[in-house]
T-cell receptor, first 113, second 115 residues
Framework: AQSVSQHNHHVILSEAASLELGCNYS??????LFWYVQYPGQHLQLLLK??????LVKGIKGFEAEFIKSKFSFNLRKPSVQWSDTAEYFC???????????FGQGTELSVKP | NAGVTQTPKFQVLKTGQSMTLQCAQD?????MSWYRQDPGMGLRLIHY???????DQGEVPNGYNVSRSTTEDFPLRLLSAAPSQTSVYFC??????????????FGQGTRLTVV
């Protein structure tokens, strides 16, 4: 079955610390990859996406992600987090052959000022 | 261009009641879907549609019905509400083709409480 797994459920960091959130997916075919962010009380917003080409993609607010096909991974990174990055982050995979967008369980990020 | 519009934003139901969550998009997207969001479980796909007249089940379809009579609308029906259906519901739409710039857009969400 198609699935997406996020390794960390809750991450607590201090401001200026570096961030890396893991995401792995099952399936060996063509996929499109996304990271969404949900700030408290708000709906999901697209942070960045990967379709093809350079496996290192840059998104908004200084976030980036690296697609490693051999590891079925799409990890999210940010060199220096800010208090305003406190939110829940979701990895999502659009699997080919049907267009189903499957989400990971989410990672809640708390940044201490 | 309103994007994806969900109504209502909040709803309280009694066990056994039925209701319909509305979702409409004005982007001419073929693909629409419903998710429920529960703490620690991410967003789970309830039902989805790849075009008018075509629907299919997602991961957690039980207790929900959908139909897609037009490209724009994709309502979600709760047949007999249960407390386990207390959740936040999101509707999403996209072209569904996987082409470049094919991104899912989400509605604002419906917070449903079943008592």
């Amino acid at each position: 079955a198609q699935s997406v797994s996020q390794h960390n459920h809750h991450v607590i960091l201090s401001e200026a610390a570096s961030l890396e959130l893991g995401c792995n997916y099952s399936y060996g075919g063509t996929v499109n990859l996304f990271w969404y962010v949900q700030y408290p009380g708000q709906h999901l917003q697209l942070l960045l996406k990967y379709f093809s080409g350079d496996p290192l993609v840059k998104g908004i607010k200084g976030f980036e992600a690296e697609f490693i096909k051999s590891k079925f991974s799409f990890n999210l990174r940010k060199p220096s987090v800010q208090w305003s990055d406190t939110a829940e982050y979701f990895c999502a995979v659009l699997f080919s052959g049907g267009g189903k967008l499957i989400f990971g369980q989410g990672t809640e990020l708390s940044v201490k000022p | 261009n309103a994007g994806v519009t969900q109504t209502p934003k909040f709803q309280v139901l009694k066990t056994g009641q039925s209701m319909t969550l509305q979702c409409a998009q004005d982007m001419n997207h073929e693909y629409m879907s419903w998710y429920r969001q529960d703490p620690g479980m991410g967003l789970r796909l309830i039902h989805y549609s790849v075009g008018a007249g075509i629907t299919d089940q997602g991961e957690v379809p039980n207790g929900y019905n959908v139909s897609r009579s037009t490209t724009e609308d994709f309502p979600l029906r709760l047949l007999s509400a249960a407390p386990s259906q207390t959740s936040v519901y999101f509707c999403a739409s996209s072209y569904g083709t996987g082409r470049r710039n094919d991104v899912a857009f989400f509605g604002q969400g419906t917070r449903l409480t079943v008592v």
